[in-house]
């Protein structure tokens, strides 16, 4: 039998409201008659005031729709200010080196954009930061604008252009992609596995132009702070979710295959659990057990097949996952469903 399930919502992530505040400072330089008539309220800035990427979407889809240019994210991405990165960005500011700023950017990452997990990988003298789709894919204006702001903000720490040798994007192609290597000043490839920049790594020793190691010092310490402060429904490991999701949807519900969707080795995944006091058992427990009340609260799913789709051995080990979880039988939280 093939089981068709519901599909089950996905959380496309969140990013801080400094960072949506780019696209009403932009619109209120560039296009004050458009920016008094936005149906959306400008976010109150924080570090710590998130914004879920599902309502970032339709803000840029509304300012495309009134001005009709393609060119539109690039543009607002070439406007961003250090405001508009948050704590981030002023760290960044303070390092002495592009391999430093990188670093921070790595570790905190979560505090300004937490949607799909970075990569940082060497490969035949390139720097290669790479985003894949566990989560989900955002978009064509999302990504341009989260790829444009990191590369303008990029060169505004080093005060010149950052030399790329390609750009990769997930979604179509564009109208535009001319436009789109002129800004990147590299090919540009579109409709790949993953988003990337890369960059030689020798622009890792690049001197930043206002480092200040004791206010990077203070600001580190702000940093590990606030993440352990981030709301508790926003992930420890971004990604982690969609990628046990997705490793339970193709019958492999295993730490490899998980890890292998995230882009890192097993070991590496291990790793990142345990320093978050999480367990891959308990993490992929969680995720079967959701999915589970969607299939019950959503359709007659048989409990047997229920049980093979979710990868447990027989139905009684099921049954008894979810008691422990949830409180109750399935059998019965399925009747109080319907």
Same mark, same amino acid.
Request: overall charge negative; hydrophobic content about 40%.
């Given at each position: 039998?093939?089981?068709?399930?519901?599909?089950?919502?996905?959380?496309?992530?969140?990013?801080?409201?400094?960072?949506?505040?780019?696209?009403?400072? !932009?619109?209120?330089?560039?296009?004050?008659?458009?920016?008094?008539? /936005?149906?959306?309220?400008?976010?109150?800035?924080?570090?710590?005031?998130?914004?879920?990427?599902?309502?970032?979407?339709? *803000?840029?889809? !509304?300012?495309?729709?009134?001005?009709?240019?393609?060119?539109?994210?690039?543009?607002?991405?070439?406007?961003?200010?250090?405001?508009?990165?948050?704590?981030?960005?002023?760290?960044?500011?303070?390092?002495?080196?592009?391999?430093?700023?990188?670093?921070?950017?790595?570790?905190?990452?979560?505090? /300004?954009?937490?949607?799909?997990?970075?990569?940082?990988?060497?490969?035949?003298?390139?720097?290669?930061?790479? !985003?894949?789709?566990?989560?989900?894919?955002?978009?064509?204006?999302?990504?341009?604008?989260?790829?444009?702001?990191?590369?303008?903000?990029?060169?505004?720490?080093?005060?010149?252009?950052?030399?790329?040798?390609?750009?990769?994007?997930?979604?179509?192609?564009?109208?535009?992609?001319?436009?789109?290597?002129?800004?990147?000043?590299?090919?540009?490839?579109?409709?790949?596995?993953?988003?990337?920049?890369? *960059?030689?790594?020798?622009?890792?020793? !690049?001197?930043?132009?206002?480092?200040?190691?004791?206010?990077?010092?203070?600001?580190?310490?702000?940093?590990?702070?606030?993440?352990?402060?981030?709301?508790?429904?926003?992930?420890?490991?971004?990604?982690?979710?969609?990628?046990?999701?997705?490793?339970?949807?193709?019958?492999?519900?295993?730490?490899?295959?998980?890890?292998?969707?995230?882009?890192?080795?097993?070991?590496?995944?291990?790793?990142?659990?345990?320093?978050?006091? *999480?367990?891959?058992?308990?993490?992929?427990?969680?995720?079967?057990?959701?999915?589970?009340?969607?299939?019950?609260?959503?359709?007659? *799913?048989?409990?047997?097949?229920?049980?093979?789709?979710?990868?447990?051995?027989?139905?009684?080990?099921?049954?008894?996952?979810?008691?422990?979880?949830?409180?109750?039988?399935?059998?019965?939280?399925?009747?109080?469903?319907?």
């Amino acid at each position: 039998m093939t089981l068709t399930p519901p599909p089950i919502p996905v959380d496309l992530g969140h990013i801080s409201a400094s960072y949506v505040n780019l696209l009403f400072d !932009w619109l209120e330089l560039a296009h004050p008659d458009l920016a008094r008539q /936005i149906p959306f309220d400008r976010p109150s800035p924080g570090d710590l005031n998130r914004v879920p990427v599902a309502d970032w979407q339709p *803000m840029l889809a !509304w300012v495309d729709q009134q001005l009709k240019d393609p060119d539109m994210p690039l543009r607002v991405a070439a406007s961003v200010k250090t405001a508009n990165t948050g704590l981030l960005g002023y760290m960044a500011s303070c390092c002495a080196t592009l391999g430093e700023a990188f670093a921070r950017l790595q570790q905190f990452e979560h505090l /300004i954009y937490s949607v799909n997990a970075l990569q940082v990988q060497f490969d035949g003298g390139l720097l290669c930061l790479r !985003w894949g789709a566990e989560r989900g894919k955002p978009g064509h204006w999302v990504d341009s604008v989260a790829i444009g702001v990191l590369v303008s903000f990029t060169g505004s720490l080093v005060d010149q252009p950052v030399p790329l040798t390609h750009v990769c994007f997930v979604n179509p192609p564009p109208v535009n992609v001319a436009y789109f290597e002129r800004f990147f000043g590299c090919p540009v490839l579109f409709d790949q596995p993953y988003t990337e920049v890369a *960059m030689p790594d020798s622009v890792l020793q !690049w001197s930043l132009k206002s480092p200040d190691a004791a206010l990077r010092q203070l600001l580190d310490q702000q940093a590990e702070q606030l993440l352990a402060r981030v709301p508790e429904q926003l992930e420890a490991m971004p990604g982690l979710q969609r990628a046990i999701q997705d490793s339970v949807l193709a019958g492999l519900p295993m730490l490899e295959e998980v890890a292998k969707r995230l882009c890192m080795s097993a070991r590496t995944l291990q790793r990142h659990l345990q320093s978050q006091g *999480m367990t891959f058992r308990g993490e992929l427990e969680k995720v079967r057990i959701r999915m589970a009340r969607h299939c019950l609260e959503k359709q007659d *799913m048989s409990l047997v097949d229920l049980a093979s789709f979710l990868g447990y051995n027989d139905q009684s080990a099921f049954t008894h996952a979810f008691k422990r979880a949830v409180g109750q039988s399935p059998a019965k939280y399925q009747k109080s469903r319907h």
